[in-house]
């Protein structure tokens, strides 16, 4: 079966502070995606990455990094330096199989000025 | 800049009506895809196409139908609303080439309420 745990419902951080947000899947498939999305206020979920399962090279963008670690399942997403702007529900999601994306259940970040 | 564009940000209707729920795209999309979105359920897919008059049912097609008449735009219908249809749908276009999981790009949602 397939899934993605967002375990982290909401979080709360200063401006400034480091943030890293939590994904772990499961699946037993070798071939997947790993995706992040941003859910600002407005509504439109932004894509922010995509992995592959044989890509495990950690990212960098700017304040965003993400770390991909296939031992553990995981695909954690970190922003530092955190902003209010940064300030949404953060989606991870998994794509597998027959054509489908399968969404954790998000994560409210909250960014205090 | 892709735009995906949704016919209403908010509607509310009547147990029993037929309600559509319209999603434009500019760039030529091959794939389109309706979600609906709840609390604690993240986003679940409802319907997808990869073309014109084709369509594919994701997690959640009952109660659902679709409508892919031109490229660029998808339908959602609800037959006969319920309240359990109460949610925000979301609408969202991709590219096919390279495959279902490219990049996908997201409407601003419609808040749907059947009272």
């Known amino acids: 079966a397939q899934k993605v745990t967002q375990a982290q419902t909401e979080i709360s951080v200063v401006e400034k502070e480091d943030v890293t947000l939590d994904c772990v899947y499961e699946t037993r498939d070798t071939t997947y995606y790993l995706f992040w999305y941003k859910q600002p206020p407005s509504g439109e979920l932004v894509f922010l990455i995509r992995r592959n399962s044989f890509d495990e090279q950690n990212e960098i963008s700017g304040r965003y990094s993400w770390n991909f670690q296939k031992s553990t399942s995981s695909f954690n997403f970190t922003i530092t330096a955190s902003q209010v702007v940064d300030s949404a529900v953060y989606f991870c999601a998994l794509g597998t199989g027959a054509n489908n994306l399968f969404f954790g259940t998000g994560t409210r970040l909250t960014v205090i000025p | 800049d892709v735009k995906v564009t949704q016919s209403s940000r908010y509607l509310v209707k009547r147990t029993g009506e037929k309600v559509f729920l319209e999603c434009v795209q500019d760039?030529?999309?091959?794939?389109m895809f309706w979600y609906r979105q709840d609390p604690g359920l993240g986003l679940r897919l409802i319907y997808f196409?990869?073309?014109?008059?084709?369509?594919e049912k994701g997690d959640i097609p009952e109660g659902y139908s679709v409508s892919r008449e031109k490229k660029e735009r998808f339908s959602l219908i609800l037959e006969s609303a319920s309240t359990n249809q109460t949610s925000m749908y979301l609408c969202a276009s991709s590219f096919l080439a390279g495959g279902f999981y490219n990049e996908q790009f997201f409407g601003p949602g419609t808040r749907l309420t059947v009272l």
């Open positions: 760039m030529d999309h091959e794939n």
């Open positions: 196409s990869y073309d014109v008059k084709m369509k």
